[in-house]
């Protein structure tokens, strides 16, 4: 993996649905980690984790377990690991979210994906690592254990929401079946944070939960970059002593790609018709009113959600998230200057997967990997996270803080970027690379930093 050396001892980890393993690639760049097994269900992710491994870009002796999680012994693992429960110092990963994506049909735990939150649970339970690190989609904040339908909601006439239907029920029961690990009492921090604000060039808001047994109050890095104020000039500042760096951009990642096979999924004759017609910049708002309605349909209509119809990206903003396929019309990744989507590379490179990276499978599969990935960066901020507190305890022998605070808080860290101006009293604003943008910059964040209690 990392080539980062480092004369200090490595801590073992374990990986739960690894993915293509975005998460473990930041984690491990510190270079105080070292992978001893990772999980994973879908074969063609398995194969990615196989490839690169033959590459040598991941330790020979990683034990690779392929299939369901809900069928994996822990403790079978640890056996394989010659290892004893309390004796790994890490385990990471990121449960499948769908079920609690706000971008979806959110199911909670009535869609079967909810409860693999629990698996992941159960493997901390089983092998008390000393550390955990959970990622998901900020959502999982929200989302409760029984979901009920707008329509039929209490102030759409319904009865009142019973408490396993109450928006946080399911970080609060997680946390409390937490509290009842037998043998380990683990404190939990959860961050809501956000990719750009610690140097990806991808706008992409995830909460990251990390548990130890040490009642150890972790704390998260403020931001080390922002956006640009209205004047283009000086960075807007996260607190009175810092000043933040300027978010990296798309063309920070892409910019000197030039490929002559590029691997590509990309948009068919009619769309790019469309987006022939949009400057970089801009998106559907930069059409004809007849344009507009003939391709977006249904979609004209609707009051919100329509930022990404007909995108074209701006070489000097940070990249919107990911998502797994970049050629739909409603969530375009259309490329600056060219009309074509994002390639295969590019959506790798702004990820930051190295270049050497490969991925198996067809391109839409490759594609869905990148797509469902944690971000490197992020892997890495949170990494050197842990190694600060693994180090801190070791030093002390891992004898437990007397901490008296919270055991099981929340902190929001500047994590919801406003979306910048689209349109606003009948005029289109474009981002202009070669103009001024005063009027069409990122607003700035109203809450910067706040705590609370997940139970009380």
């Known amino acids: 993996m990392s080539k980062k050396n480092n004369s200090k001892s490595k801590y073992t980890a374990i990986s739960l649905f690894s993915g293509a393993m975005g998460l473990d690639l930041g984690v491990e760049k510190t270079g105080r980690f070292k992978f001893l097994a990772c999980l994973e269900k879908e074969p063609i992710f398995c194969e990615t984790i196989r490839l690169n491994q033959k590459n040598g870009r991941l330790p020979s002796d990683l034990k690779i377990y392929e299939g369901d999680i809900n069928d994996i012994d822990p403790l079978e693992v640890l056996s394989d690991l010659d290892l004893s429960p309390g004796e790994v110092d890490l385990i990471i990963g990121g449960p499948p ?11 909670s735990t009535q869609d079967p994906r909810g409860t693999l939150v ?15 690190l959970m990622e ?12 009920r339908p707008i329509a039929e909601r209490p102030d759409k006439g319904g009865s009142p929401l019973q408490e396993n239907e109450m928006p ?5 029961l997680f946390t409390e079946d937490l509290s009842k690990i037998e043998g380990a009492s683990y404190r939990l921090d959860g961050f809501e944070v956000n ?13 990251l939960f990390i548990g130890n047994r ?6 998260f890095p403020d931001p080390t970059h922002g956006s640009v104020d209205r004047n283009n000039s000086q960075i807007k500042l996260f607190d009175d002593d810092s000043k933040l760096l300027p978010w990296r951009t798309l063309r920070d990642a892409i910019g000197d790609i030039q490929e002559s096979d590029p691997e590509i999924m990309d948009f068919s004759p009619r769309k790019k018709e469309y987006l022939s017609k949009i400057p970089e910049g801009s998106n559907w708002r930069s059409l004809s009113e007849e344009d507009q309605k003939e391709s977006m349909k249904k979609a004209y209509f609707a009051k919100g959600g329509r930022s990404g119809w007909w995108r ?14 970049p050629n739909h019309a409603g969530t375009s990744l259309c490329h600056p200057k060219e009309v074509r989507a994002l390639t295969l590379k590019e959506y790798a490179r702004i990820q930051e997967f190295p ?8 391109t839409s599969q490759k594609y869905a990997q990148v797509g469902n990935a944690v971000p490197v960066r992020l892997g890495e901020v949170a990494g050197e996270v842990l190694v600060r507190y693994l180090d801190e305890l070791e030093k002390r022998n891992w004898i437990q803080y007397n901490n008296s605070k919270l055991n099981y808080k929340l902190t929001y860290i500047q994590s919801h970027v406003r979306t910048r101006q689209w349109f606003k009293n009948g005029k289109t604003y474009v981002w202009d690379n070669e103009g001024e943008n005063s009027d069409n910059c990122y607003s700035l964040p109203k809450t910067k930093r706040k705590t609370k209690a997940i139970i009380n």
């Open 214 to 219: 040490f009642n150890a109050e972790v704390h």
């Open 97 to 107: 979210c769908q079920a609690f994506s706000t971008a979806g049909k959110r199911q």
């Open 355 to 362: 270049d050497d990276w490969v991925f198996a499978g067809t």
């Open 195 to 207: 990719a750009v604000n610690y140097g990806a060039p991808q706008i992409r808001e995830r909460v």
């Open 312 to 325: 074209r990206l701006s070489y000097d903003l940070p990249c919107p998230t990911l998502v797994t396929m």
């Open 136 to 147: 998901n989609v900020r959502g999982l904040i929200s989302a409760a254990l029984l979901h």
């Open 118 to 132: 629990w698996q992941f649970l159960r493997f901390v339970s089983c092998i008390k690592p000393k550390f955990f």
């Open 168 to 172: 946080g029920s399911v970080i609060r």
